[in-house]
């Protein structure tokens, strides 16, 4: 249990890598996995680790993120003490430099904090991370800072995003190498931190008086040879999202029975906004094979290698095959659909034939075709 570390959950470094599904919404927001969000992953790993306050610092489109998140309940987080702080920026006609700034203009909420240890991470990671192990190193060793990084799996980029760190035998980081073209196997940082509180403070202060703004770069690279700053790996399953392409393979991965299990076994469960809807429902003649169908459906037609959200209606005669059919979509009869995402509401009209070519085809929220 740390009671004494407060989570942060930074959506200001954001990228916008998965274009049509983030037009309304923030990257932390998008539906993964046939029920989920992004966050949920991100959100679940504190719960599990007991961590008790935490707060999501936003950029732009956070309303869909304010509306699934709400009070906080699903995740034990609406409490008097501690609990869900959703911070957005305070000025948001104007620009924001970066994350420290709204650090800064947020910096009440680390001094009021009665935690001594800071967690800050994205929102979009898909992975089990054991925080009270990775705190618990981060202390023994009596490090300033920690940066959690991962060996990197391969997969082609298709420009440069991700930081390439360099540990010496001591665990200690020596380098890091901002927005790279990684090879397989190279450290790349995951963009999570562990850090003493007043270091934090005293930093945010002195780098925004500085017109210094980027956390990566300003506190931790910045600091390397001045600061006690080690890494610890983690080697747990994290796929690396970074376009429409990866977005798809790792939903279709969930499909695979063994990684299904992994990330939903009893003892660690991925905890999402509550939905109470009625279990699927399958006509006679509804044929489906390898798929993760979600409560509220309506299936009668024929679903195959395909991950279909809450309350998708499959009409009769209907074919989808490899596909990713997000909330309230409907896919009327006759048509075929075939590697493609389907963002919510949207609706494939009657005989209709959609596919993807090179890449997933993706059609938009409450797109009709």
Same mark, same amino acid.
């Given at each position: 249990?740390?009671?004494?570390?407060?989570?942060?959950?930074?959506?200001?470094?954001?990228?916008?890598?998965?274009?049509?599904?983030?037009?309304?919404?923030?990257?932390?927001?998008?539906?993964?996995?046939?029920?989920?969000?992004?966050?949920?992953?991100?959100?679940?790993?504190?719960?599990?680790?007991?961590?008790?306050?935490?707060?999501?610092?936003?950029?732009?489109?956070? $309303?869909?993120?304010?509306?699934?998140?709400?009070?906080?309940?699903?995740?034990?987080?609406?409490?008097?003490?501690?609990?869900?702080?959703?911070?957005?920026?305070?000025? @948001?006609?104007?620009?924001?430099?970066?994350?420290?700034?709204?650090?800064?203009?947020? %910096?009440?909420?680390?001094?009021?904090?009665?935690?001594?240890?800071?967690?800050?991470?994205?929102?979009?990671?898909?992975?089990?991370?054991?925080?009270?192990?990775?705190?618990?190193?981060? $202390?023994?060793?009596?490090?300033?800072?920690?940066?959690?990084?991962?060996?990197?799996?391969?997969? @082609?980029?298709?420009?440069?995003?991700?930081?390439?760190?360099?540990?010496?035998?001591?665990?200690?980081?020596?380098?890091?190498?901002?927005?790279?073209?990684?090879?397989?196997?190279?450290?790349?940082?995951?963009?999570?931190?562990?850090?003493?509180?007043?270091?934090?403070?005293?930093?945010?202060?002195?780098?925004?008086?500085?017109?210094?703004?980027?956390?990566?770069?300003?506190?931790?690279?910045?600091?390397?040879?001045?600061?006690? %700053?080690?890494?610890?790996?983690?080697?747990?399953?994290?796929?690396?999202?970074?376009?429409?392409?990866?977005?798809?393979?790792?939903?279709?991965?969930?499909?695979?029975?063994?990684?299904?299990?992994?990330? /939903?076994?009893?003892?660690?469960?991925?905890?999402?906004?509550?939905?109470?809807?009625?279990?699927?429902?399958?006509?006679?003649?509804?044929?489906?094979?390898?798929?993760?169908?979600?409560?509220?459906?309506?299936?009668?037609?024929?679903?195959?290698?395909?991950?279909? /959200?809450?309350?998708?209606?499959?009409?009769?005669?209907?074919?989808?095959?490899?596909?990713?059919?997000?909330?309230?979509?409907?896919?009327?009869?006759?048509?075929?659909?075939?590697?493609?995402?389907?963002?919510?509401?949207?609706?494939?009209?009657?005989?209709?034939?959609?596919?993807?070519?090179?890449?997933?085809?993706?059609?938009?929220?409450?797109?009709?075709?």
């Amino acid at each position: 249990m740390l009671d004494s570390v407060v989570g942060i959950i930074n959506l200001i470094n954001e990228k916008n890598f998965l274009k049509e599904l983030t037009y309304n919404r923030c990257l932390a927001s998008v539906p993964f996995a046939g029920r989920y969000r992004l966050i949920d992953f991100t959100l679940s790993n504190f719960i599990h680790a007991g961590v008790k306050s935490v707060a999501v610092f936003t950029k732009e489109k956070y $309303r869909s993120v304010m509306d699934h998140l709400g009070s906080g309940k699903e995740w034990d987080l609406d409490r008097r003490t501690g609990g869900l702080f959703i911070l957005p920026p305070i000025h @948001p006609e104007k620009e924001i430099k970066g994350d420290l700034q709204q650090f800064q203009d947020h %910096i009440e909420f680390f001094q009021r904090s009665a935690a001594d240890t800071v967690i800050i991470t994205p929102g979009h990671q898909v992975c089990k991370m054991d925080f009270t192990e990775i705190i618990r190193e981060h $202390r023994n060793k009596k490090a300033d800072i920690t940066v959690v990084y991962k060996k990197y799996d391969g997969t @082609p980029v298709q420009k440069p995003m991700y930081h390439r760190c360099s540990i010496d035998k001591t665990g200690v980081i020596s380098d890091i190498d901002l927005y790279t073209f990684p090879r397989h196997g190279q450290d790349i940082c995951l963009e999570t931190y562990i850090i003493n509180k007043y270091i934090l403070i005293d930093l945010i202060k002195k780098c925004t008086e500085n017109d210094e703004y980027d956390f990566l770069k300003d506190i931790v690279k910045a600091n390397l040879n001045k600061l006690m %700053i080690t890494g610890y790996e983690f080697v747990g399953s994290l796929p690396f999202i970074h376009s429409i392409e990866s977005f798809h393979d790792s939903n279709m991965a969930f499909l695979n029975r063994d990684i299904a299990s992994s990330f /939903f076994r009893d003892n660690w469960a991925v905890y999402t906004k509550i939905k109470h809807e009625a279990p699927a429902k399958y006509s006679a003649s509804s044929c489906v094979s390898n798929s993760l169908i979600a409560n509220g459906c309506e299936i009668e037609g024929t679903v195959e290698n395909s991950i279909i /959200f809450r309350g998708v209606k499959v009409k009769k005669g209907a074919v989808v095959k490899n596909s990713i059919i997000m909330q309230k979509g409907e896919i009327e009869e006759g048509a075929f659909v075939d590697n493609v995402i389907s963002d919510k509401q949207a609706k494939i009209t009657k005989d209709r034939v959609v596919t993807g070519d090179h890449r997933p085809r993706v059609i938009k929220k409450a797109e009709i075709i």
